[in-house]
């Protein structure tokens, strides 16, 4: 379905702040497979997110989706079929729009443009009813601007969108990060209930380990640009974040570093 192959971005390339951010990574990803991505500050994770979705375009190598190759594309050529969600709330979603205004841009993803569109009754029925399932009461607001909404009601909101018409390829990238704990939990169970149990195919980036080995079907680990652990099935169901530790130890020969990565484990 997903298909990455020898993607190799470099950024400042023959400066003397050149830095390989992905080297030569290969991955693939079969229709409906849920896949969380981990690793330390500077791994890889979302330059991987942001080549695949076209917002950086990669030195070398090739991004295929169900066999068509999209390389080359520009991000907005992407976006009928790869939905991303970002770490900033602010990010992905209309600020000035209402909210029944975003869910309509998403309805239409894909579709030609047109001069003039308008929202019909029944589309407002169908936005309520798919609001009414986050029970966030998002379903008495659809005249209301987007930039009136906390961050945990943006991102559910966000992720909506992406399942208004199903995505060929879900991108998660760190999206409760800056979400206070609580709130973290809800968009968790939602992206759970709205993506992975509808089975869109998903990369989700995290520092949190715990989740990396809960959700999905499979968990990869980066480090220096690279993809040095991949776990799934039977080896995958019965790891513990001790473990994980200790294979990129292992992978690796280095470390762990001690930022939110290791913080996240216990949370």
């Given at each position: 379905m997903l298909n990455v192959k020898s993607l190799t971005k470099i950024f400042y390339p023959g400066s003397i702040n050149e830095r390989v951010a992905l080297d030569r990574v290969s991955l693939s990803l079969e229709k409906g497979q849920f896949t969380t991505i981990i690793g330390g500050n500077g791994a890889g994770k979302s330059t991987l997110l942001k080549c695949i979705a076209g917002i950086y375009q990669a030195e070398e190598g090739t991004v295929?989706?169900?066999?068509?190759e999209v390389t080359r594309l520009p991000d907005y050529r992407r976006a009928a079929s790869?939905?991303?969600?970002?770490?900033?709330?602010m990010v992905g979603t209309a600020a000035s729009l209402t909210v029944e205004e975003n869910l309509a841009l998403a309805l239409r993803r894909g579709d030609k443009r047109r001069l003039r569109w308008a929202i019909a009754d029944s589309n407002r029925v169908f936005f309520q009813e798919r609001l009414l399932s986050l029970q966030l009461g998002l379903e008495e607001r659809l005249n209301s601007p987007v930039k009136l909404l906390s961050g945990g009601q943006r991102q559910a909101l966000a992720l909506l969108m992406t399942t208004l018409k199903e995505p060929k390829l879900a991108l998660l990238d760190e999206?409760?990060?800056?979400?206070?704990?609580?709130?973290?939990?809800?968009?968790?169970e939602l992206t759970e209930k709205l993506i992975e149990n509808q089975g869109i195919t998903t990369l989700m980036v995290t520092h949190n380990m715990e989740q990396a080995l809960k959700m999905g079907h499979r968990t990869i680990m980066m480090h220096e640009g690279k993809i040095i652990?991949?776990?799934?099935?039977?080896?995958?169901?019965?790891l513990t974040v001790s473990d994980l530790v200790d294979m990129f130890y292992e992978a690796s020969g280095e470390e762990l570093q001690q930022d939110r990565l290791l913080l996240a484990k216990g949370r």
């Amino acid at each position: 379905m997903l298909n990455v192959k020898s993607l190799t971005k470099i950024f400042y390339p023959g400066s003397i702040n050149e830095r390989v951010a992905l080297d030569r990574v290969s991955l693939s990803l079969e229709k409906g497979q849920f896949t969380t991505i981990i690793g330390g500050n500077g791994a890889g994770k979302s330059t991987l997110l942001k080549c695949i979705a076209g917002i950086y375009q990669a030195e070398e190598g090739t991004v295929s989706l169900n066999g068509e190759e999209v390389t080359r594309l520009p991000d907005y050529r992407r976006a009928a079929s790869i939905c991303h969600v970002f770490q900033d709330p602010m990010v992905g979603t209309a600020a000035s729009l209402t909210v029944e205004e975003n869910l309509a841009l998403a309805l239409r993803r894909g579709d030609k443009r047109r001069l003039r569109w308008a929202i019909a009754d029944s589309n407002r029925v169908f936005f309520q009813e798919r609001l009414l399932s986050l029970q966030l009461g998002l379903e008495e607001r659809l005249n209301s601007p987007v930039k009136l909404l906390s961050g945990g009601q943006r991102q559910a909101l966000a992720l909506l969108m992406t399942t208004l018409k199903e995505p060929k390829l879900a991108l998660l990238d760190e999206h409760t990060a800056s979400l206070d704990p609580k709130t973290a939990n809800t968009v968790l169970e939602l992206t759970e209930k709205l993506i992975e149990n509808q089975g869109i195919t998903t990369l989700m980036v995290t520092h949190n380990m715990e989740q990396a080995l809960k959700m999905g079907h499979r968990t990869i680990m980066m480090h220096e640009g690279k993809i040095i652990l991949d776990v799934s099935g039977p080896d995958r169901k019965n790891l513990t974040v001790s473990d994980l530790v200790d294979m990129f130890y292992e992978a690796s020969g280095e470390e762990l570093q001690q930022d939110r990565l290791l913080l996240a484990k216990g949370r």
